[in-house]
Structure formats: C-alpha cells, structure tokens
C-alpha cells in the first residue's frame, strides 16, 4: 500500500524536475550561455543542478520540439542554429500572426492591461535612452507577450512563442542598431494608442508593419555584418 501512494509522489517529483530542468535549459540558450551549435552536456548540467541524467535528458528532448535544441544521430543534443533565411521566413509568419493577435486582443482590453503596456513602454523609453539592450530586449518581448496573451486564443501563444524562441538571437542583434530600439519604442507607442481606443483594424496594420519593420532591421544588420 505504501508503494502505491509513493508511485504518484515519485512521479510527480519527476515531473517537477524536468520541467525546472527545462526552463533552465532555455534561460541558458536565450541568455547566451549556451550558444548556438553548442552541445548540452548532460554530465554537467547534472552535476550544476544536483539531479541525475535522466530529468536533464528528458527536458532537453521535450526542448527538441520547441525548436531550440536539436537531436544529431549518434552525436547527442545540440542548441539549435538558424539560418538568416530562416529568421526571415519566421518573421513573415510573426507579421500574419501578430497582425491577428492585436486585432483580437483590442476586443479584450482594460485599462489595468492598457496601464500594463504603458509602464512597459515607459521603461523601453527608458531603456533605449540609457542605450541598455540588456534591459530593453525583455521588456521588448514582454510587450509582444501581453498583447499575444491579451487575444485570448491559447493557439496564437504556443505558435508566437516557439517561433520567438527560435527567433530571439537574430531579434537581438537587429536591435543593437543605432536608433533601433528607439524606432521599435515609438511603434510600440502607436499600436498601445490603437488598443487603447479599441480599433482592432488598426492595431492589427500597425502590429504588422512593427513586425515587417523588425524584418528590415534585421535584413539592415544582415547586410552590414556582411565582409565588405
């Protein structure tokens, strides 16, 4: 009898063990310390968390299908590398969906979510005026995240965030740009006014050329870190 009411408990602590496994995995990769083309060493990563092998290779497995980490036949796991081509098919899908997001979320607003996106728009002004990426990208996606949530379709999320996942690296990059996130701010200003006065068609137009501007900062960088 014992032994059945331990089976759940075990379980459940495993479920738990993976799951922190896999949200440390991912800090890791989208804060750099893992790099892309980078093998996830099981052994240490064990040995950092104080867990066994198993939990570790689980979560990086459940990671495999988010995109970040990909499984090579006989060489182990890897964090995933994208292609410039790959950022930019990404983005075109990001301007579809976000697009859709901001239409839906504009029939769903209040004024603690619309006072939510103002402070995070304040503190990107912020951010951008002391030149701080390290403080502006998350706020960044914060924003992109509220309003993704603000929609109210579960599906919408789970895509954007895969695809953002996937997408973080060459974002970061994009942005560094002088004037960047400046530029990126005062398109977040223009879609919070849209929400704010509750026109879905125009939130959705204005969520789309923000993304479509993020693709051509993107393809800006591209083209000057290309040898000259």
């Given amino acids: 009898m014992s032994d059945e009411l331990e089976r759940p408990r075990r379980k459940a602590r495993t479920e738990s063990s993976v799951a922190m496994v896999q949200m440390e995995i991912e800090r890791l990769i989208l804060a750099g310390d893992l790099a892309p083309g980078e093998r996830i060493n099981e052994s240490s990563l064990a040995e950092r968390l104080g867990l066994s092998r198993g939990p570790i290779r689980e979560a990086s497995r459940m990671l495999v299908r988010t995109g970040l980490v990909k499984a090579v036949l006989n060489r182990g796991l890897f964090v995933s590398e994208i292609s410039a081509k790959d950022a930019l098919d990404i983005y075109d899908i990001r301007i579809a969906l976000f697009g859709l997001a901001a239409r839906l979320a504009a029939q769903h607003m209040s004024n ?56 973080h690296l060459f974002r970061q990059k994009a942005l560094i740009r002088p004037g960047a996130m400046r530029a990126s701010n005062n398109e977040h200003r223009a879609l919070l006014q849209a929400l704010k006065n509750g026109d879905g068609a125009e939130a959705g137009h204005i969520a789309e050329r923000h993304v479509l501007a993020g693709r051509q900062r993107l393809l800006t960088s591209l083209a000057d870190a290309k040898p000259k």
Avoid: T
């Fill in 112 to 167: 603690k979510r619309i006072s939510a996106l103002q402070e995070l728009v304040e503190r990107m002004d912020a951010a951008a005026e002391a030149d701080s990426i390290e403080d502006f990208y998350p706020l960044n996606r914060a924003f992109h995240d509220e309003i993704e949530a603000y929609a109210d379709n579960p599906r919408i999320v789970e895509l954007m965030q895969q695809l953002e996942r996937q997408l």
